[in-house]
C-alpha cells in the first residue's frame, strides 16, 4: 500500500524522578563497588521513582513537554501508545490512565508490551497511521519504573535499571517537510523469551506468598546470553533499513542505541563501523529505563544542541521477548 502521507517527529519530552540512587548508595545496599559497576555497565547513578508515582505520572510528565516542543495542546492528539512492562495495573492501559491525565477521550489508546523495544514498536505502529491518514498527531511514549520490580538481592541486575520517561509526538509531514520516518524495522525471536523474564505476576505463575517470597515478581535476566543477542539482533535491525534505503553507515549523523549497558553500546557501534563520536550515551546518568532509553536519549540530544534538523538518526533497541527494532529518521 502507497503512503498518503510522511510521518515525522514533530516533538520530544522526558523526564526522570528526582531521587537519585549513586553507585556508592548500591554499595550499602548488595556487595558491588562504584568501580565495578562503572567498569561492566557505564552507570555512574540512576533514577529511582517514589513510593506514590507510578508509570502514567512519569509518562504524563513527559508528554507535557513533547507537546511543548511540538507546539501542540493535549487537544491536538487523536491517539496515545505506550510502550511498558511495568504498567499502573495489569489492567487497564496505562495510555488510558495517561488519556484522562491529559483530560482526553473517544480516541484510541493503547500499550504496547515488547520490553526495551516498546518505545520503537509503538512507534512503528503510529507510523502506519499517520501515513496511512488515520491519524495526525499521535502521543508516543516509552516509559518504566523498573526499580519496583528490580531484585535488591541480585547483584548482577540491581545495579542495571533507573525510572524514567522518555515522550514523542509522531505527526504527519506537510510536503515540503525534510522531517520524516525514512523507515522502521521490527523483529522477535520468541525461542528466546526466557532469557529475560517477569516469571510471577501473570496467568502462568498468579501472585501466592510462594512467589512474593522467591523474587519472582522481580526482573530475571541471564546477562551473558543476553549480551551477545542483543549486539546481533541490533545490528541486523540497523542493517535492514540501512540497505533497504541505499545508505551506508557513513550516512548516519548519530546512532541511539538502548542504553543497556556500555559494553553493549560499544560492541554495536563497533560492528556498524560508525564513529563513536557519532554515538549518543547517557547511560552514566540514567542507568537502563528499558523503553525510555531510547527517547529519553533522543531529546537529551535535541535540546542540547547535539541533534538538529535535518540530521539523519539511527535508532535501536532490544529487549524481553527477545524482540528488536530499529528506526532511521531525518529530523
Request: hydrophobic share 40%.
Amino acid at each position: 500500500m502507497i503512503a498518503k502521507y510522511n510521518a515525522k517527529i514533530s516533538g520530544t519530552g522526558m523526564y526522570v524522578p528526582d531521587k537519585i540512587l549513586n553507585n556508592f548508595d548500591m554499595e550499602k545496599i548488595v556487595d558491588t563497588s562504584d568501580e565495578w559497576i562503572r567498569t561492566r555497565t557505564g552507570m555512574s547513578e540512576r533514577r529511582i521513582s517514589s513510593k506514590d508515582q507510578a508509570v502514567s505520572d512519569l509518562a504524563y510528565e513527559a508528554s507535557l513537554k513533547a507537546l511543548q516542543s511540538a507546539h501542540l495542546k493535549p487537544k491536538d492528539i487523536d491517539m496515545i501508545i505506550v510502550g511498558t512492562i511495568t504498567s499502573d495495573h495489569a489492567f487497564p492501559s496505562t495510555a488510558c490512565i495517561l488519556q484522562k491525565k491529559l483530560g482526553l477521550k473517544n480516541f484510541p489508546a493503547f500499550d504496547i508490551s515488547a520490553g526495551c523495544t516498546g518505545w520503537i514498536y509503538a512507534a512503528n505502529i503510529a507510523k502506519q497511521y499517520i501515513e496511512n491518514g488515520i491519524a495526525k498527531n499521535i502521543l508516543v511514549v516509552g516509559v518504566e519504573t523498573l526499580t519496583k520490580i528490580t531484585n535488591y538481592t541480585d547483584r548482577n541486575t540491581c545495579v542495571l535499571f533507573g525510572d524514567g520517561a522518555g515522550a514523542t509526538i509522531i505527526s504527519r509531514a506537510e510536503t515540503k517537510d525534510i522531517s520524516k520516518i525514512i523507515d522502521t524495522e521490527i523483529s522477535a525471536d520468541g525461542t528466546h523469551y526466557d532469557l529475560l523474564i517477569q516469571q510471577a505476576g501473570g496467568s502462568r505463575m498468579p501472585a501466592s506468598k510462594e512467589s512474593v517470597e522467591k523474587n519472582l515478581h522481580t526482573v530475571y535476566m541471564e546477562g551473558n546470553k543476553i549480551f551477545k543477542l542483543a549486539v546481533r539482533s541490533m545490528f541486523n535491525a540497523c542493517e535492514v533499513v540501512l540497505k533497504r534505503n541505499k545508505l551506508d553507515v557513513q550516512s548516519i549523523d548519530w546512532l541511539i542505541t538502548h542504553q543497556a549497558n556500555m559494553r553493549i553500546i560499544q560492541s554495536l557501534g563497533k560492528k556498524l563501523k560508525i564513529d563513536e563520536k557519532k554515538v549518543i550515551v547517557n547511560i552514566e546518568k540514567y542507568a537502563n529505563t528499558s523503553a525510555a532509553t531510547v527517547p529519553m536519549a533522543l531529546d537529551e540530544a535535541i535540546k542540547s544542541g547535539k541533534i538538529r534538523h535535518g540530521d539523519l538518526v539511527l535508532m535501536a533497541s532490544f529487549g524481553a521477548g527477545l524482540t528488536s527494532g530499529s528506526l532511521l529518521i531525518r529530523l
